[in-house]
């Protein structure tokens, strides 16, 4: 386990990095410029840097290197709960089993109701959230929900892609999903340090190496694309960044890939979650750690929910976020009348006009793309095309003809006349002139009804 996280290795980064000279943290932001990410002592510097001025020049690099990446693309997902049956009883989420509160499992029928919901919302992606319950959730029915809502399509709408969270599995499950056709897997450490997993977690899930190498077992069987995270608020933040850097190193030296994404969720409130945890994470040190990791792993996207409030969502995608959801829920049946018990609350209750016109006004682009997932562009393979940067006139152009789709099918008059003028803007940037051509073409295309064109 030490090869993934070495807990006295990174106490001793945290101490010898501490109160960095003005000097040093300069030189690593002129490091980060190359994009080639830091090192975990680099990383430690800027985590223990505590000058203002040098923090916004933190900002700067990062802001810069998103750019230069990702350019002004936004994508946009909807997580889906599916059931809130849970046999665990972690302290910080409103599913543990001691909660008495009733549960409630989606049925196939309803799986599609919200799924036709969520489409005609523009949703093209989702990430499936279930409790752990081998009883309640069994494998076959997570399978069942994944192929129900591929099937599922109303008007134009349609999922394009299912991301999928849930508890740590074995390998012959993993293949299950894998069978089914998922987008990226995704599971959280939750916390890196052992003795705090130990006090919050209590049931399955608070084996510590199971949750550790669900990463490895995922890749085993084939999925590619895995997500890290760190619930943050439970122990040292500082502590968690590095480890949670140290895991995605030890991904990619074995599987020659990193993470596909990591989020930053901050605990938030929840029924029957009384614990005040001592690591409370500011919104400023929120915006300091998605600065530093999007300088430690430049392609590696980033994922920032509805948890937190449009203020600090709208400066976190300006220094590093590549992901977002949208007018979300956190309970079973959420999407319609009939709520269930939710996981935690959300801080961005917008509907997606709302959040849609926000996003344009801050000049970036919505996208609704899932392209490189079906043409198999994942893992290494997309790894290498981000690297490059060949991957700005794949996606620059498929973002523009998504988020077109939304402008023909769901779009208010107002987001309609905001949204026109951003496509505009970037479709001027895009520089190969045969992609413009053909880009300029599909957009004709979907105009006249043509639907789910990309590159
Ligand atoms: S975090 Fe996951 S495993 Fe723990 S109680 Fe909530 S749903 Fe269950």
Redesign the pocket.
């Known amino acids: 386990m030490k090869e993934v996280i070495n807990e006295q290795n990174i106490n001793k980064i945290l101490e010898k990095t501490i109160s960095p000279s003005p000097d040093v943290v300069k030189k690593i932001l002129e490091k980060a410029l190359k994009k080639e990410g830091l090192t975990l002592q680099e990383t430690g510097y800027l985590l223990n840097t505590e000058d203002e001025e040098l923090i916004g020049k933190m900002f700067q690099t990062s802001n810069k290197i998103k750019d230069e990446i990702y350019g002004e693309r936004l994508v946009l997902f909807a997580p889906f709960y599916v059931s809130n049956f849970?046999v665990?009883?972690?302290k910080y989420?409103g599913?543990?089993c001691s909660n008495p509160e009733k549960r409630k499992k989606l049925t196939l029928e309803e799986v599609k109701d919200q799924v036709k919901i969520l489409e005609r919302m523009g949703h093209k992606r989702l990430l499936l959230e279930f409790?752990?319950d081998p009883a309640e959730n069994p494998i076959n029915y997570i399978v069942d929900v994944i192929k129900t809502i591929y099937n599922t399509k109303v008007g134009n709408g349609e999922i394009r892609r299912v991301n999928v969270n849930i508890?740590a599995a074995t390998v012959e499950d993993y293949k299950k999903l894998k069978e089914a056709g998922i987008g990226t897997y995704q599971l959280f450490q939750e916390t890196y340090h052992q003795e705090t997993y130990k006090e919050v977690h209590k049931g399955p899930?608070s084996d510590y190496e199971r949750q550790l190498f669900a990463h490895d077992r995922a890749m085993q069987a084939g999925l590619n694309d895995v997500g890290l995270g760190v619930l943050f608020g439970l122990y040292n933040y500082k502590f968690e960044v590095l480890a949670l850097l140290s895991h995605s190193e030890y991904l990619e030296k074995k599987y020659n890939v990193g993470p596909h994404t990591i989020s930053v969720p901050r605990f938030q409130p929840a029924a029957t979650v009384n614990t005040n945890f001592p690591h409370e994470v500011s919104e400023d040190q929120l915006l300091k750690i998605i600065s530093i990791l999007r300088m430690a792993v430049p392609y590696t996207g980033l994922i920032i929910t509805t948890r937190e409030k449009p203020e600090t969502r709208a400066k976190a995608f300006d220094i590093g976020i590549s992901q977002t959801s949208a007018a979300s829920s956190t309970s079973p049946g959420g999407y319609g009348k009939e709520k269930a018990l939710e996981?935690f609350s959300l801080q961005d209750s917008r509907d997606m006009d709302q959040i849609l016109k926000s996003i344009l006004n801050q000049n970036l682009l919505p996208s609704y793309c899932t392209a490189c997932y079906r043409l198999n562009r994942t893992g290494e393979t997309i790894m290498k095309l981000i690297k490059t940067g060949k991957i700005h006139e794949l996606c620059r152009p498929n973002a523009i003809l998504t988020f077109k789709e939304y402008l023909e099918d769901y779009a208010s008059q107002d987001v309609k006349e905001l949204g026109v003028k951003v496509i505009q803007k970037y479709l001027e940037k895009i520089s190969d002139d045969q992609i413009k051509k053909k880009t300029l073409a599909k957009l004709k295309r979907i105009e006249n009804g043509e639907r789910d064109l990309y590159f």
Do not use: T
Request: proline share 0%.
């Open positions: 849970c665990n009883d972690c989420c599913f543990h409790g752990e508890a899930k996981q």
